[in-house]
């Protein structure tokens, strides 16, 4: 069965460094890879997607994210943390659809 | 596209009684997808439909769960008999797959408090 993982809860970040956000998956066959965001009582909203194309992958508000298959891995990143980068970030694979238990993100100031 | 929506936004109500839930998809999309969300966790999958077909249902979804698209278009989410730990968000996606894609866009959810 496929399963995500998103190591880190809870990631805090100074306005203006580095995100980076984890996740690595499992899955027997090459999977379909998404990363959400959910602002609070929002519905989410999809921020980025890999579907074998390229492995480097450039979402919504300057995020993008990197497919390595030797580490299972699918990692967000963004060079410099907004304020409204504030929400629930969550890793999906498909198929079937299976997401992560998310990461919350914080900005300080 | 309108997106996809859902109603109602909130529903209280008290162990034993059963509530329905809608979803309407985006209107081009075959594909729509149930999920559960609990608060710090993610979405879990429930079942999902292409056309009006029933084509995957997860453990998760107990015999008093029940979901329907008849025309391939709206769904509804029936739960039965509700317990309090049904109490969650219900989330509605629907997609249109493709060769090579299937990216899933989200409604705002029902939120369900079982008293």
């Known amino acids: 069965a496929q399963s995500v993982t998103q190591l880190g809860s809870h990631v805090s970040v100074s306005e203006g460094a580095l995100v980076l956000l984890r996740c690595n998956y499992s899955?027997?066959?090459?999977?379909?890879l998404f990363w959400y965001v959910q602002y609070p009582n929002q519905g989410l909203q999809l921020l980025l997607k890999y579907t074998s194309a390229a492995t480097l992958v450039k979402g919504i508000n300057g995020f993008e994210a990197e497919f390595k298959k030797s580490e299972t891995s699918f990692h967000l990143t963004k060079p410099s943390a907004h304020m409204s980068d504030a929400a629930e970030y969550f890793c999906a694979v498909s198929p079937p659809p299976v997401f992560g238990p998310g990461t919350r993100l914080s900005v300080l100031p | 596209d309108t997106g996809v929506s859902q109603n109602p936004r909130h529903k209280i109500t008290k162990r034993g009684q059963n509530v329905t839930f809608r979803c309407d998809p985006i209107?081009?999309?075959?594909?729509l997808y149930w999920y559960r969300q609990t608060l710090g966790q993610g979405p879990e999958f429930l079942t999902y439909?292409?056309?009006?077909?029933?084509?995957?249902k997860s453990r998760l979804l107990s015999d008093r769960f029940s979901a329907e698209r008849p025309k391939g278009s709206f769904s509804t989410l029936e739960i039965q008999r509700t317990e309090q730990g049904d109490s969650a968000m219900y989330l509605c996606?629907?997609?249109?797959?493709?060769?090579?894609?299937?990216?899933?866009?989200f409604g705002p959810g029902t939120r369900l408090t079982v008293l």
């Open positions: 209107s081009e999309h075959n594909r």
């Open positions: 439909f292409q056309n009006e077909a029933q084509l995957e």
């Open positions: 996606a629907s997609s249109s797959r493709t060769v090579s894609t299937d990216t899933q866009y």
């Open positions: 899955s027997s066959v090459p999977p379909y």
